[in-house]
């Protein structure tokens, strides 16, 4: 089992996932450069990590979306593959259209840094087919953008067709129908603001993460 | 004609005396970019003129220290190969002028310090005062202040990727026209991949990377040497911009080329930018340095040579490589879409040669620029002081209310509102961040981690600098020994007023021995650190301010918790409930915020006791014998036992028989104390015994209350909700 984790310039979470993943979860990692125009034959799955891609100046995700490793791994995800993206990673999903809807500034408009409570709003994703339905997990956000937002319509087929991954217990940032997380219709894109990453090593006082880890390697066993 | 008229010297800061010493070193009349660059290596900033005769009676070696002061951070061995960097870094003036780059360049600067060296950044911490946020006058303008240095902290840690973990944020009337921003950051290094700022290897080229140079921070250091005026304002375009993301770049491409092999020395441009690097490299290695403007990335057109020399852009590098191998470090950093160009060349003949197009523009010894700029012992005085030795009278209608107005004050309430802005979780190394006593930090490369904490106390160093630099030194090993960790080193800020003023230079003087004193008898040498004089506005010097970060040692392991974590448990206090009398509270938070007074001394300290407390609570800890363990300081033992119950755990205690009135009894501010719970106080009993060190069971453990017999009882949520709630509440008043 083998995760391929994206690495932009301004990525910082990158060297969190692959520890998470090599470390915490036991599976084999490798980086993959923005400029890379392929994933490796080897990679199961892709992580996007968190962090400020390209510097996120002009608007989270908006620079990313023209990169290399972007087209690469839209092909990969079309293809059947399975991408996760933490935070920016999340933004840069919705950004290049593999996720609908945006990540817009924090209703509070300030970066938020601390641990907070999602409920798993549905089991049948190959990120959540381990954990029991309505489990809560402790994970942290690290966000200064991560009020999701989407039209009307959108939000309701998202619900309809039982895509909201995640939500908010207690919602930190605005965010709509407190919505944390969404996978694709095939259901094999997931994108999600909080940090499995962080909460992967009992020492960071939460492993609440490695839900998503476990389930996406049983879902690829059962393939 | 010349064009050095007296005015032109002084307007650049430099004294008639020091434009003579000028003269007779170069034997002729400096050019105006000459003289340029003597001003800002002669500044107060760059050269410590004022306190280095001082600074030289601190510490600095130990058996652990692998690098002391003069380098751009210093180093400790942490074992298994690896070392910690670190240091703390002042950028007051700026983050007046423009708080919010201001405060973002200071993180920059600090964090280009570290990865000099070769270090990868893990941790930053921050010591930040400001005005009182509910003064009528000040209030309005100290609240954007301070939102504007948090945001400028966490824009630049947060998209760096480095961790905020941890620091201080206190306020006093005295930082009104003068608040204090103290960065200290810390990096991992391999013990054998350290670098220096050496211009090493005749002929070998000097080679500049990262941002392009602008008119950005032109005489950052002289006005970072200066009193505050009303024209201060006007200075905004001496502050930097920074971009974090370009820093990130800029770390991970030195990272890379230090790792090639091809990098000899590598210096970042901080304060003085090209000109100081230049020149402290050169002097350094003992050669010289010769640069060609002409090539020079720039960023805007038509720059003189003189701004360009005094450029403090951000997010440059100056490096010399081995000779032929150039175009490695070239593509490493085109890898990294970075500017890097070779601008000069090191020679034999010590001098710093400056060309623009060929044409000579600057021709100094580095030696005269980096270690010949004049030295002042000071005249020093008795420290100035405006307050009374005598207590006024006073009495506690309600104790309550006092501890409720102490966990609602500025200096003691809860700073979440400031720390959630920062991502103190990146990394994934956090095992203990803000709000404890003191940060942890795993290593990740040696199953070590490091303990944090930095520590001032502005009050407390105006009644005695002397006794207040210890009780300083005191606390943060303290804190730091709280959490399991033995302290092995320190870094210091040194915050002071005009050092013109023999009243403020004896401050300096008396605080500088005062620490020295503490950090020998803790055994924690200062490996660096930063002095920032001339904090005034309009005459008024800012309480003298020594911050000192404490950096410990412990083997990596879930961390001993502050606060209570379960009913039933023995509660303790170690050291005892202390002593103090009506002289010793004048400096304490009681007074200060109850009373609004200060007065007498600061807590009377006795370091070989201290020394013993923390002995006992580290081998405490280490046994696994506290299920939480929390320092008393300021506000003393009633705030210590509320901030311990905020977790819903609070306790029952009754103190034992004292001669102590009860404000002095529950607020006094006596250090060598910590409060602990247990399951096993006869364990700890018997190391405290062993090491004569007295221990007082008070009470137990209980669910959701905070009484102490006979003076308060309180619903947790009473003390809690008032203390969360009030940073907030100020800001948005």
Known sequence: ?223 | MSTITPEVVAAHSLTPDEYQKVLSLLGREPSLTELGIFSVMWSEHCSYKSSKIHLKKLPTRSQLVILGPGENAGIIDIGQGYGIAFKIESHNHPSFIEPFQGAATGVGGILRDIFTMGARPIAVLDSIRFGPLDDPQTGPRNRRILEGVVAGIAHYGNCFGVPTVGGECVFHKSYDGNPLVNVFALGVIPKDKIFFGRAEGIGNPVIYVGAKTGRDGIHGATMASDEFTEESKQKRPNVQMGDPFLEKLLLEACIEAMHSGAVVGIQDMGAAGLTCSTCEMGSRAGTGVEIDLMHVPQRETGMTPYEIMLSESQERMLLVAEKGREQEIFDIFDKWGLDAATVGVVTDDGMLRVRNHGELIAEINNRDLADEAPLYDRPHTKPHRNVPMEAPDFASTDLKADLIKLLSSGDLCSKRWIYEQFDYMVRTNTLAGPGGDAAIIRIKETGTSVAVSLDGNGRYCYLDPREGAKLVVAEACRNVSTVGALPVAATNNLNFGNPQRPEIMAQLVEAIEGMADACAFFETPITGGNVSLYNETLGEGILPTPVIGIVGLLPTQAPVPSRFQAEGLTVMLLGGIGSSDEVHFGGTQYAYVLLKQMWGLPPALDMAVEKNVHLAIREIDAAGLAASAHDLSDGGFAVALAEASFDGIGAAVILPPSSLRPELLLFHEAPSRILLSTNSPEEVSKIADKLGVPTQVIGKTVKGQVVIEGHLSAAIEELQQPWASALENALHA
């Open chain 1, 1 to 223: 089992m083998k995760f391929g984790v994206v690495v932009f310039p301004g990525s910082n979470c990158d060297h969190d996932a692959h520890y998470a993943v090599t470390q915490n979860v036991g599976a084999q990692a490798s980086l993959l450069w923005h400029q890379e125009s392929s994933v490796p034959s080897d990679v199961d799955a892709i992580i996007i990590p968190g962090g400020f891609s390209y510097g996120d100046y002009l608007r989270c995700g908006a620079i990313a979306k023209f990169s290399p490793i972007i087209s690469a791994v839209t092909k990969f995800a079309h293809a059947g593959g399975l991408v996760m993206g933490f935070c920016n990673g999340f933004q840069i999903l919705t950004e290049s259209g593999l996720l609908p809807g945006a990540l817009i500034r924090n209703s509070a408009l300030k970066f938020i840094c601390r641990p907070i409570d999602l409920r798993v709003e549905t089991t049948n994703s190959p990120f959540t087919n381990t954990a029991t339905p309505g489990q809560i997990l402790s994970l942290p956000i690290a966000h200064g953008e991560g009020c999701y937002t989407a039209e009307p319509h959108v939000l309701d087929q998202l619900e309809a067709e039982d895509r909201v991954v995640f939500r908010y217990v207690k919602n930190p940032n605005g965010s709509l129908r407190d919505i944390a997380g969404i996978c694709n219709a095939q259901r094999n894109v997931l994108g999600m603001m909080p940090h499995p990453e962080r909460a992967a090593d009992p020492l960071m006082g939460s492993t609440d993460g490695l839900v998503l880890f476990h389930s996406l390697i049983a879902s690829l066993a059962a393939k």
